[in-house]
């Protein structure tokens, strides 16, 4: 059975304008047909089509069932998006299958790409979601330099994943599980010496995702399945 999102579904009990058109035109479903819903806050909602007018497709829920997202901690994932799109948009769509609370997009001296459409990208999110039938929706934040990043405060542990010869433990062995943890991915060509040492001033921890030198896509996929596996539940 076809999975639908509907963010705000307890409000009115519509399907969105674009979920409701592939409801009715695509699927053809009509009055009496079950659906399943999800809010992406943790709620499956099992219902039926009440009434359809015009584009409008009106449910009633039947069940309502509240799952966690099947690991501790939250996880944000902070990555230089690369130059071509297609490599970063399935970065997203695989690390949404995986497990990914949050994503934002870093602007660094060596990025090949400054500007990113969020908009397509949600997209990309919530389709993944309904794939993996996650119950809550990975958060997309605009792109934004890595020194107003790297400023902020953020809860948990710190890593910066960078390619340079230094001192750097392996990201799996160095997770808490529990905790809520910030991974930092840089660009093909890497963070610059410059970026490195601001992230470990302002208390990243570096860290090394293997032997392999990785793509950024698959970089930011590893660290994403590393801290996944340590904090399934």
């Not at 009990?13 to 409801?23: G, I, N, Q, S, T």
């Not at 806050?41 to 009106?58: P, R, T, W």
């Not at 809520?180 to 610059?192: K, M, N, Q, R, V």
Request: aromatic share 8%; hydrophobic share 40%; charged share 25%.
């Amino acid at each position: 059975m076809a999975l639908f999102y509907a963010p705000d579904i307890t409000n009115n009990w519509e399907l969105p304008e674009e979920e409701a058109a592939h409801c009715l035109r695509v699927l053809r479903l009509g009055v009496g047909s079950e659906l399943d819903i999800t809010d992406g806050k943790g709620c499956f909602y099992k219902a039926v089509i009440s009434s359809i007018a015009g584009k409008h497709c009106y449910v009633e829920a039947k069940e309502t069932i509240n799952r966690s997202k099947g690991w501790q901690g939250h996880l944000h994932i902070a990555i230089a998006p690369t130059k071509n799109m297609d490599r970063i948009e399935w970065m997203v769509e695989k690390a949404v299958e995986i497990g990914v609370d949050e994503i934002t997009f870093l602007s660094c001296r060596f990025s090949e790409r400054k500007v990113i459409k969020t908009d397509r990208v949600e997209r990309i999110v919530v389709s993944a979601m309904k794939q993996s039938l996650k119950p809550f929706k990975t958060v997309v934040n605009e792109m934004v330099d890595i020194k107003k990043f790297v400023a902020a405060e953020r809860s948990g542990d710190k890593f910066i994943a960078h390619c340079y010869d230094s001192e750097r433990l392996l990201l799996k062995d160095t997770i808490a599980v529990g905790n809520d943890a910030t991974i930092l991915i840089g660009p093909e060509g890497d963070f610059s010496p410059e970026e490195v040492q601001m992230a470990l001033s302002g208390g990243y921890r570096p860290v090394s995702l293997g032997n392999s030198r990785l793509r950024t896509e698959t970089a930011g996929l590893v660290a994403c399945h590393t801290f996944i596996l340590k904090n399934e539940i």
